[in-house]
Structures are given as structure tokens and as C-alpha cells.
């Protein structure tokens, strides 16, 4: 009588296994496949692109893809752009979302609640709603087609202070008073103590805050209207003429923008992981 469950038991769990192992193939095909065909065809010569059947392997490759728009339509300019823009506010986005968050777990104050429930408010607000006010701003203060104009308005994130409040709201208070007993002040603890044990949660928020700055094409597309401040994504849309796109170029830019998050990804994975393990959902 108590050999059957198991048996059936037994079955269910290695049928379950199998559709969760067909279903992860199937949605690493629907991700993969697409950039498979963006790096195969970003080394075509024009004429290939549209053959059917689809031609995966190019029967010649054309490296010029590559070497015509950094040598004469300035996207080297645009991937600068990109960088500067991307790494300054990754790197500010991780300090002030630490100290605001580093305040709002370890510090009671007058009204903490209320600014974590604005912060949180903050992250509910669609982006189209946010970006009229900060375009009037930003160009009331002259930083229309500037980098700073690029930068200031996006070094906080709502987001960020959000995740380094949720990671920091778990560090036991221990460590914060033993360096008090040994005279740190509260600029000693948290760069001396809270910063190194919060690496984790930097990284995975260094990830997130490069990705989407790297990506970000509404904000720039409204602020940068000279050729010289356009980032990569801004720049990809120049690619597409009103009676003429040129395919080539456009399929291998796009794959010169993906390298950079994909290297910064690599390198911070494991921190990634690690981070979004051990970020606490505490009130």
C-alpha cells in the first residue's frame, strides 16, 4: 500500500523536473537566437541581410561594419559619451544611495518614515511622468546638451537608496558600536565598517545603475541634441534614415553596446548573486 505514493510521487517530481528543464531550453532559445542573429549579421556584407532562408553563417564576412562608423560617422564620440556618463553616475549613484540608505536603517530621526515612504512613492512614479519637470530644470540651469546635463539629473536613484537600506537594515548594530568604542565617528563607521561589509549589495547596485544609464535613451534623446553629447543608444537611431537604414552598421554597433554591460556583468556576477541573497525585505 505504501509502495504507490512513492511511485507516484516519484513520477510527478521527475515529470515536473523534465518541464522545468524543457521550459528553461526553450526560453534560453527564445534569448539566445535573436543574438545569435544580431552577431551573425552584423558581420554581412548589406546584400545578405535580407536573403531567405536566413543565412547564419556569412558567406562573406565584412569587418568594415565595425571600422565605418568610428572612422566616419562618430560613434567613437557617442561610446565615450556613454562611458562617462555611465561609470559617473554608477559611482555616485553607490555613494549616495549608501549614505541615504545607511541613514534610513541604522539612524532615528524626525520623519525617517516619511522620506522612505516618498522614496518609495519616488520608485512608483512612471519615468515619463519625471521627465518634463527635470527638462525644464535642467534647461533653466543651462546644462541643455552639456554632460552635466546628462549626469546631475540621474545620480540619485530611488531604487538605490531602496536596495542599500534593505541590505544595511540587516547588519547587526554590533559592529557600528564597537567602533564607537574605539573613537570612530559616524563618517568612520560607515567608510570603515558598513562599506566593505556592504560589497555585495554595491555590486549588484553597481550593475543595475550601469545597465540602465548604458541603456538609457529617453533622457539623452531629450538632452542631448548635439552630435557631440549623443550616447549610444541616441546614436543607434541615427542609423535609421527617414527613406534608407543602414542594416549592416546598425546590427554591429548594437553589438559593440552590448560588450561593455556584458563585461561588467562578468565580472560582478558572482557579487550579483550574492547581493540579491542577502538583501533582507526587514520594514
Not at 31 to 44: D, F, N
Not at 179 to 193: A, P, Q, S, T
Request: some cysteine; charged content about 10%.
Amino acid at each position: 500500500m505504501s509502495a504507490i505514493p512513492k511511485r507516484k510521487t516519484l513520477r510527478m517530481g521527475t515529470i515536473g523536473t523534465n518541464s522545468l528543464i524543457v521550459g528553461a531550453v526553450l526560453l534560453a532559445l527564445i534569448l539566445i537566437v535573436p543574438m545569435a542573429y544580431t552577431l551573425t549579421t552584423s558581420l554581412k556584407p548589406r546584400a545578405e541581410i535580407f536573403e531567405f532562408p536566413i543565412r547564419w553563417i556569412p558567406k562573406h564576412v565584412n569587418l568594415n561594419n565595425f571600422l565605418i562608423p568610428f572612422a566616419e560617422k562618430n560613434f567613437g564620440m557617442y561610446f565615450l559619451n556613454s562611458c562617462l556618463v555611465a561609470v559617473v553616475v554608477t559611482i555616485c549613484s553607490m555613494i549616495m544611495s549608501s549614505m541615504a540608505g545607511y541613514s534610513l536603517a541604522k539612524f532615528d530621526f524626525r520623519g525617517r518614515k516619511v522620506l522612505f515612504l516618498a522614496v518609495l512613492l519616488t520608485m512608483m512614479l512612471p519615468v515619463e511622468i519625471t521627465i518634463v519637470p527635470l527638462a525644464l530644470v535642467t534647461k533653466s540651469l543651462g546644462l541643455m546638451n552639456t554632460r552635466g546635463g546628462l549626469i546631475l539629473p540621474v545620480i540619485v536613484s530611488p531604487l538605490g537608496i531602496f536596495w542599500m537600506r534593505q541590505f544595511l537594515i540587516t547588519l547587526p548594530e554590533d559592529y557600528a558600536n564597537a567602533g564607537r568604542i574605539d573613537g570612530l565617528g559616524e563618517f568612520g563607521i560607515f567608510f570603515n565598517i558598513v562599506l566593505p561589509m556592504s560589497t555585495p549589495a554595491l555590486s549588484a547596485l553597481a550593475i543595475f545603475s550601469f545597465m540602465t544609464n548604458w541603456n538609457s535613451l529617453i533622457w539623452p534623446l531629450i538632452v542631448a541634441t548635439k552630435d557631440a553629447i549623443r550616447t549610444i543608444p541616441v546614436g543607434l537611431i541615427a542609423f535609421v534614415g527617414e527613406y534608407d537604414t543602414v542594416w549592416n552598421e546598425l546590427f554591429a554597433m548594437s553589438v559593440v553596446a552590448v560588450l561593455p554591460t556584458l563585461f561588467v556583468f562578468l565580472i560582478l556576477r558572482a557579487r550579483l548573486i550574492q547581493g540579491m541573497a542577502m538583501v533582507g525585505l526587514k520594514g
